[in-house]
């Protein structure tokens, strides 16, 4: 298992190549994909298919991805939070999501906060992305609970949204 970091109450790890499970478990609830401009997965194999040609490369083209999160109090995988290149915008932007038994806690605030700063100190990324639907106000309340600056209002991917971004003070 690869621990890429910890957080007070959570560890962050790779997915590997056997995770299809966990993707499929994540995005098999209806108000985890609401926003996200996502199909509900209805069958593993969909979320297998996600698995390697979205998740899994970015670790070897890029050295960055959205990461599974665990609790460490009691090792129970509640979603994912990470980073992602996307080329079509030349960006790296800040993703995440959780099963909603998991919500209401700050875990996505804490794996958030984290991971922008693993981005610029270990990574040493220029700027950071964050966007979410402009209905969705818990992900909204994330971005700039972890001090993200707000950028302007757009549409991505057929989506109204909010986009704010973090620059990296060390470079
Ligand atoms: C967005 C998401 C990650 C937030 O997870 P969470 O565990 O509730 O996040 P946190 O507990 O760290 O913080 C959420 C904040 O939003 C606030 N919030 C939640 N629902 C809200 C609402 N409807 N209106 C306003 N604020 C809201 C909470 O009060 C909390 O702020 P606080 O700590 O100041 O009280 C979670 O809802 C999720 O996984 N959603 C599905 C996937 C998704 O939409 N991902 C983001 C795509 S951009």
């Known amino acids: 298992m690869q621990i890429i970091f910890e957080t007070p109450r959570l560890y962050l790890r790779r997915f590997t190549d056997a995770d299809a499970s966990l993707v499929f478990y994540l995005n098999s609830y209806q108000e985890v994909v609401e926003y996200v401009h996502e ?17 899994l490369p970015q670790y070897a083209l890029y050295n960055l991805g959205r990461l ?18 996307r080329a079509e915008l030349n960006e790296i932007d800040l993703g995440y999501r959780y099963i909603p038994s998991s ?23 220029s700027e950071i992305i964050g966007r979410a639907h402009v209905d969705n106000k818990a992900s909204l309340s994330v971005l700039k609970k972890i001090g993200m600056t707000y950028l302007r209002n757009e549409v991505v ?8 971004h973090s620059i990296n003070p060390n470079v």
């Open 157 to 164: 991917d057929h989506c109204p949204v909010e986009t704010y």
């Open 103 to 125: 919500w209401g806690k700050g875990f996505a605030t804490e794996a958030a906060k984290h991971t922008l700063d693993y981005g610029f100190s270990k990574l040493q990324l």
């Open 68 to 85: 599974a999160v665990y609790v460490k109090e009691n090792e129970e995988f509640i979603g994912w939070c990470g980073l992602k290149f």
């Open 39 to 55: 199909p509900v997965h209805t069958c593993v194999e969909f979320s297998r298919n996600i698995l390697f040609e979205h998740i």
